[in-house]
């Protein structure tokens, strides 16, 4: 499900026309809500921090390699980020936790496991984004590349982030349009990141995208 930069979704998760600032406003109220404190005052208050740019890609490179690890705050810290919010579901139901044509994929082809995180990284300057990683383990690895192939299409659906079903938040969806996935033979993972505050580049977005899909399974 990859963006197209001329369709974004809409809070329904359909495919529609709209400005970047309800989304972002969406977002905090779903990743504030999830943890149980503020993430941001308002997503107005965000717009006067420096904007964060990617980093080298030798610091890409070492954060990735703590990634693969395990090691999130390492990962971060290599990105001069921290992490302040997280929170993790583990075996969800495939099909109840997803929609569209993926969804009609795993009514045809049970997973074996799904587990989800959703985690919000800050950076000095007050930027502040969300990201989700999904780890779908499937029967075999020909089912895992089926299902990225219908993953990785646009507007085929997508495996939905817990926290809006857990607050019931009106079926929110990141935009995709930071958005990384991989295979490791039956194990398929799929990472999105979002702005909630601030003015992040889209580069430096696809750089947590990229660095948040090569972590293992919690």
């Known amino acids: 499900m990859p963006y197209n930069p001329n369709q974004p979704r809409g809070p329904d998760g359909r495919w529609i026309k709209t400005g970047g600032v309800f989304g972002a406003a969406v977002l905090a109220a779903v990743v504030a809500a999830a943890s149980g404190g503020d993430?941001?005052?308002?997503?107005?208050a965000g717009l006067d921090a420096a904007t964060?740019?990617?980093v080298s890609d030798a610091?890409?490179?070492?954060?990735?390699?703590?990634?693969?690890?395990g090691d999130r705050a390492e990962a971060w810290r290599r990105l001069a980020l921290k992490e302040i919010r997280k929170q993790i579901k583990r075996d969800l139901r495939c099909a109840v936790q997803?929609?569209?044509?993926?969804?009609?994929?795993f009514l045809r082809h049970p997973c074996d496991k799904l587990d989800q995180l959703l985690?919000?990284?800050q950076d000095r300057n007050g930027n502040t984004i969300a990201g989700s990683v999904v780890w779908v383990k499937m029967p075999?690895?020909?089912?895992?590349?089926?299902?990225?192939?219908?993953?990785?299409t646009y507007g085929s659906g997508d495996v939905?982030?817990?926290g809006t079903e857990v607050l019931e938040a009106g079926g929110f969806r990141f935009t995709g349009k930071h958005y990384r996935s991989?295979?490791?033979?039956?194990?398929f993972v799929v990472a999105e990141t979002d702005p909630i505050k601030g003015r992040p580049s889209d580069a430096f977005l696809k750089q947590v995208a990229e660095v948040a899909d090569v972590l293992p399974p919690p």
Do not use: C, H, I, M
């Open 98 to 105: 997803s929609y569209g044509r993926v969804q009609q994929f």
């Open 39 to 44: 993430v941001v005052t308002s997503v107005g």
């Open 140 to 152: 075999s690895a020909e089912s895992a590349a089926q299902l990225r192939g219908v993953e990785d």
């Open 119 to 121: 985690f919000v990284v």
């Open 52 to 54: 964060s740019r990617s």
């Open 59 to 69: 610091d890409a490179a070492n954060s990735k390699k703590a990634a693969r690890k």
């Open 160 to 162: 939905t982030p817990f």
């Open 182 to 187: 991989r295979l490791d033979g039956k194990l």
